[in-house]
């Protein structure tokens, strides 16, 4: 009877554990940054454009911020090219009128592997503040598609 009564608690805090994942951790990615009035949420957007063979790709980026100030803005992606890596990163200030733009975004290739079509992860990161009283931050990670 002990046995029993303790597969019951595991198979219970299992369960319990599980929806506790189910509620918290999916809830994850669509939460943008929301505190002391700033709201602030960037996600990098499907197709990337390859530029100059693939020394570079334009990367789309929704952004939605009312900060007062300019906020900060950067995209970091990386593609398996092959048997090889290809990373870069690229970055602008941004204007927050409060509503969702399209900002499109610079990312450069690292020295070694250039980018090439196909799919990629990519973080974008937007960081700002309201009236120097609540700055924050929100970083989101996507895979996103690159085209020519």
Do not use: W
Not at 72 to 93: D, P, Y
Not at 102 to 112: F, K, N, Y
């Amino acid at each position: 009877m002990k046995t029993n009564k303790t597969k019951v608690a595991v198979v219970g805090t299992a369960l319990s554990g599980a929806a506790v994942v189910a509620l918290l951790g999916g809830a994850g990615p669509a939460v943008a940054y929301d505190s002391g009035g700033l709201h602030l949420d960037a996600t990098a957007q499907s197709p990337a454009r390859l530029v100059a063979r693939g020394a570079a790709i334009d990367v789309p980026v929704d952004v939605e911020c009312n900060a007062t100030q300019l906020a900060s803005l950067s995209v970091s992606v990386t593609e398996r090219v092959g048997k090889q890596i290809a990373t870069g990163s690229g970055s602008s200030q941004v204007a927050c009128p409060g509503g969702h733009q399209d900002i499109l975004i610079r990312v450069t290739a690292g020295p070694g592997k250039a980018f090439a079509k196909g799919t990629a992860v990519a973080t974008a990161q937007i960081f700002g503040c309201s009236n120097d009283t609540a700055c924050g931050s929100e970083s989101r990670t996507d895979t996103i598609v690159i085209r020519k």
